[in-house]
């Protein structure tokens, strides 16, 4: 007969990390990054060690240093990475489908850390949890240095959702996954909980990363889409995600930008769905005619983040018949992580890229 091994409550594993590990910490507007050494860690039950591979830039990121967001500090920014699994806790962890993860596993990550057990989580809102934690934008300390992207390693704590992604793909591909791919694809997949997209008319507004990741999974369930942008040259690239123009009222309208939710409102046809995923800012109040969307039937919803689900669909696209569509063009620059100030420039002026990489010994 076998013996049962009983860990105590809190049980940890302490892994050493040579060379130390490092972290780019932001300690408030105005202030270049800080850089620190991270020579160890301590891994719960469930907790997974990453080494990042590259990060990207989100425009929340840039949002946060503008001082348009608020964020403790000190912080270590970011949430959109791929990276390779170098260390577990004692009790192993595993990935969304159920399965063990194995060091050397090619990962993405949730950006939220969910407990499973409160009444959001139950019913279906992990990214709601009554006890949310989310990488890049929780202060360092408590739960150690290594809590956000833009750092050589990032220590995934029990109750991240994690997905393996395929080799073949590229970095620039799979980093935008655990936010813009993985949102686009959670506000696809509300609007198709009201109609099938197959042959329905779908605007987007605004063609940042997450609008073209809509547009490109939205033709692929068979819509005819139409991107709006005021950027002529992000409108000529939506062509290439599957964007051309509409010949009727639109069934679906995805607002993506933030700052078109008016137009949004007063575009869609009668019985439509407005899917709201761009207002994650503070913004102007937007005038709310409830008579009209009565009377014409429409139903307004908001997307924030996603699911563990809704992340290993978005891989899966990816993987799959995404390969159609130049996410990998998204990336136009890639930067050393110390060189993460002037990435955050770069990636806040006009014209940038849709994502700027940062990359560890780059």
């Known amino acids: 007969m076998g013996t049962l091994l009983i860990r105590p409550p809190g049980h940890r594993r302490d892994v050493a990390l040579r060379p130390s590990a490092t972290a780019m910490v932001w300690i408030g507007e105005g202030h270049p990054h800080e850089t620190i050494a991270v020579p ?16 990207t830039i989100c425009g929340s990121d840039v949002h946060t240093v503008q001082g348009r967001r608020t964020a403790p500090v000190p912080l270590v920014l970011g949430h959109e990475s791929v990276g390779r699994v170098i260390a577990t806790g004692d009790a192993g962890a595993c990935a969304v489908d159920g399965s063990p993860l194995r060091i050397g596993d090619r990962v993405v990550w949730s950006v939220t850390i969910s407990c499973r057990a409160c009444d959001r989580c139950l019913h279906g809102m992990p990214q709601k949890c009554r006890t949310l934690g989310k990488y890049g934008h929780d202060r360092v300390g408590a739960h150690g240095d290594l809590t956000g992207a833009f750092g050589s390693h990032v220590q995934l704590r029990e109750g991240t959702a994690i997905v393996r992604v395929p080799e073949a793909l590229p970095a620039a591909v799979l980093a935008p996954a655990s936010c813009a791919t993985a949102t686009a694809w959670a506000a696809v997949a509300r609007a198709a909980r009201d109609r099938d997209l197959d042959g329905a008319a779908v605007r987007i507004h605004g063609a940042g990363l997450v609008g073209l990741s809509a547009a490109a999974i939205a033709a692929e369930q068979g819509a005819t889409v139409e991107v709006l942008d005021p950027d002529r040259e992000r409108r000529a690239l939506a062509a290439r995600f599957g964007a051309g123009a509409l010949d009727r ?52 919803t908001g997307v924030h983040n996603y699911t563990g689900a809704e992340l290993a669909e978005a891989v899966a696209f990816l993987s799959g018949r995404g390969r159609a569509y130049p996410f990998a063009d998204a990336v136009g620059s890639v930067r050393s992580l110390l060189d993460i100030d002037a990435a955050l420039v770069e990636a806040a002026a006009p014209g940038a890229p849709l994502r700027v990489g940062l990359v560890p010994g780059h």
């Open 40 to 55: 160890g860690v301590s891994l719960a039950d469930g907790d997974v060690l990453v080494a990042v591979e590259m990060s």
């Open 249 to 300: 009222d639109p069934d679906v309208v995805i607002e993506a930008s933030g700052h078109a939710v008016g137009d949004a409102l007063a575009g869609v046809a009668v019985g439509g769905t407005v899917v709201l995923v761009g207002s994650v800012f503070p913004a102007d109040p937007v005038p709310f005619d409830a008579e009209s969307i009565v009377r014409r039937l429409v139903t307004v």
